[in-house]
């Protein structure tokens, strides 16, 4: 098996670990495919990412595919539909397969492996719906499930010989003790759970993916990770404003204050502003400042707010009374 080369989509589930080592014990030049997903932060240090660090622990190397434009075509409408949330799980999948895919044939790999189980999840783990995927990816007879391989047809690198089929696995179902007997074999205890880490399918994060879907037609990767960052209030049907947690949360808003259309400040303890959309000063501006003063700590002495657009301060303003609880509620994404 020396001269075989393959690519396995990594997750770092303790699927994907499995499937990975299942074809590192026969010898195969593997290398792993890891897709980013648009709601991590764009500047991102991939040494430092939870897949990267898994990984390492069965030698496996990674290569980092970051979800761009192409994804967020399919985000926007996924042709299999979403899953509990706004998580497009099948698109998704073939998605990552294409990639990895165009990746195998880029570095002359034989085939892409996946940690699929059949049976494991009801909607994108059936074997119908596996058949469907190997096809709508166009690695028919190059897609290789370690896992379950002896519960489907034999793929063209164990036809060949390149694939020992016999050292290949018949999990399926929805348990886990298989895995779990196996991960204590290999020795591998760091990994994420399953469906883990998928803020599509958390319903907050959905609802505000949701919101911006809505009201923004032209969306990227920067508009999906901001999702991930602070309160987000929706102040009219053109004013979206997100206001930052904590100082962390602010620095991070910071870095992307170019692309608002308003950012706001203050001179008092309190929370940096990213405002979207146009901004009437007599309709949506009053509650913004209110919802600063909400937020914030503004007192006799330090009380001016700074409205900036482009780095440059456009308006001093004084701090308003603080907005109503139940009214921010009405707002709130």
């Known amino acids: 098996m020396k001269n075989t080369r393959g690519v396995v989509l990594f997750s770092g589930g303790l699927d994907s670990l499995l499937a990975a080592k299942v074809l590192q014990e026969q010898g195969i030049d593997l290398i792993g495919f890891h897709c980013i997903l648009p709601f991590f932060p764009p500047d991102i240090n991939t040494e430092e990412l939870t897949a990267t660090r898994q990984a390492k622990q069965i030698g496996l190397k990674l290569h980092h595919y970051f979800c761009k434009a192409d994804y967020i075509g399919i985000l926007k409408d996924p042709p299999h539909g979403y899953g509990s949330h706004m998580n497009p799980c099948i698109d998704c999948k073939i998605f990552f397969i294409k990639k990895a895919a165009e990746f195998m044939e880029s570095i002359g790999a034989d085939f892409v492996a996946t940690g699929e189980v059949v049976g494991q999840r009801p909607m994108s783990q059936q074997k119908n719906t596996m058949r469907h995927i190997e096809k709508e990816s166009g690695l028919e007879g190059k897609l290789l499930r370690p896992l379950s391989a002896k519960l489907l047809s034999p793929t063209i690198p164990e036809l060949e010989g390149k694939v020992d089929r016999t050292k290949l696995l018949s999990i399926s179902g929805r348990g886990r003790k298989q895995q779990m007997e196996l991960a204590a074999k290999y020795n591998i205890t760091d990994y994420s759970s399953p469906a883990g880490g998928c803020l599509f399918t958390d319903k907050f994060f959905a609802s505000r993916l949701r919101d911006l879907l809505d009201f923004k037609s032209d969306i990227d990767q920067i508009d999906i990770y901001l999702l991930s960052i602070g309160r987000h209030y929706r102040i009219s049907n053109k004013v979206k404003v997100i206001i930052s947690k904590n100082e962390l949360e602010g620095i991070e808003l910071s870095k992307y204050r170019d692309r608002a259309d308003l950012f706001i400040e203050a001179d008092f303890k309190g929370p940096v502003i990213f405002v979207s959309g146009?901004?009437?000063?007599?309709?949506?501006?009053?509650?913004?400042?209110?919802?600063?003063?909400?937020?914030?700590?503004?007192?006799?002495?330090?009380?001016?707010?700074?409205?900036?657009?482009?780095?440059?301060?456009?308006?001093?303003?004084?701090a308003f009374e603080p907005i109503e609880d139940f009214a921010l509620s009405v707002m709130r994404i």
């Open 278 to 318: 146009e901004v009437d000063d007599h309709k949506e501006l009053p509650i913004i400042l209110k919802i600063m003063s909400r937020y914030g700590k503004p007192d006799k002495l330090n009380k001016k707010v700074y409205i900036k657009k482009n780095n440059s301060v456009i308006k001093e303003i004084e």
